[in-house]
Nanobody, 131 residues
Framework: QVQLVESGGGLVQTGGSLRLSCAAS????????????MAWFRQAPGKEREFAVA???????YVPASVKGRFTTSRDNAKNTLYLQMNSLKPEDTAVYYC?????????????????????WGQGTQVTVSS
């Protein structure tokens, strides 16, 4: 199965920046990284996992209004890697950030924001923003 490994988390001050990476391996035979829709989710302490905070699919990217203007996501398909650039970080951004992948094929090619729509998950990386 697909394996996803996040990295790049850490402790930063309010207003600081971090870049998270998600490296994929074990892709299904005949598939390339570009055939997977990718997303970032986060789970704050004591709270349930949020809907996707960033999506990357079909050459397009999306971030919700809650992080628009601060977060951007990108992917390097040649390196099987997804990135999340986080700027102007706030204490409320403190969470474990998870990378997820969704297999795409004809008939299953629409954007997905719910966690149960994703097939593979990483272990998460901790982001802590000090006040």
């Amino acid at each position: 199965q697909v394996q996803l490994v996040e990295s790049g988390g850490g402790l930063v001050q309010t207003g600081g920046s971090l870049r998270l990476s998600c490296a994929a391996s074990g892709l299904a035979s005949g598939r390339t990284f570009s055939s997977y829709a990718m997303a970032w989710f986060r789970q704050a302490p004591g709270k349930e996992r949020e809907f996707a905070v960033a999506l990357a699919w079909g050459g397009s990217t999306y971030v919700p209004a809650s992080v628009k203007g601060r977060f951007t996501t990108s992917r390097d398909n040649a390196k099987n890697t997804l990135y999340l650039q986080m700027n102007s970080l706030k204490p409320e951004d403190t969470a474990v950030y998870y990378c997820a992948a969704r297999e795409r094929y004809p008939g299953r090619n629409s954007p997905a924001t719910a966690e149960d729509q994703y097939d593979y998950w990483g272990q998460g990386t901790q982001v802590t923003v000090s006040s």
